[in-house]
């Protein structure tokens, strides 16, 4: 139930080329509180519900637990969350042996693109596609906690 992982900016959409998935994703937040965030979301035709916890000092380790709920559930949870619903595109793009979760965002946070390794230790090497740009785990902003208060076309 520990996640690890790292967060780039993304500088070309060259990903989009070597996707082999691409899925919606609506998610809202019942508590950003930096020692607890409970996410909710649909993405694609399934719903979850997630507690994560507060990150280390580097931003790249913290608590994760996640359980599938209905997409009904979900939609119920979405309307009693906190005011800044997000809502991006997900492409999954493999790199050696790791996958790259890269988002597009929508709506309010429009422009911005993350992409997201998930790694099994903080040292653990991996390929860094030539579309990776700045790292920026740990930078809070860049947390989609964060984006649902103050988002990307605000700053």
């Not at 082999?20 to 607890?36: A, C, M, W, Y």
């Amino acid at each position: 139930m520990i996640e690890i992982e790292r967060k780039f900016l993304v500088i070309s959409e060259a990903f989009k080329m070597e996707a082999f998935s691409e899925k919606r994703i609506v998610q809202g937040f019942l508590n950003t509180h930096p020692d607890r965030t409970v996410r909710i979301r649909i993405k694609g035709e399934e719903g979850f519900i997630t507690v994560k916890g507060r990150s280390n000092t580097e931003g790249t380790t913290r608590f994760e637990w996640e359980r599938k709920i209905s997409v009904q559930e979900a939609e119920a949870l979405l309307a009693v969350c906190e005011e800044g619903v997000i809502d991006k595109i997900r492409y999954e793009v493999k790199s050696g042996s790791h996958v790259f979760e890269i988002d597009v965002f929508l709506e309010k946070n429009k422009g911005l693109v993350i992409a997201e390794i998930e790694l099994s230790n903080e040292n653990e090497s991996f390929i860094k596609p030539f579309w990776l740009g700045e790292e920026v785990t740990g930078n809070i902003k860049y947390y989609n906690s964060q984006l649902s208060k103050k988002p990307f076309t605000e700053w």
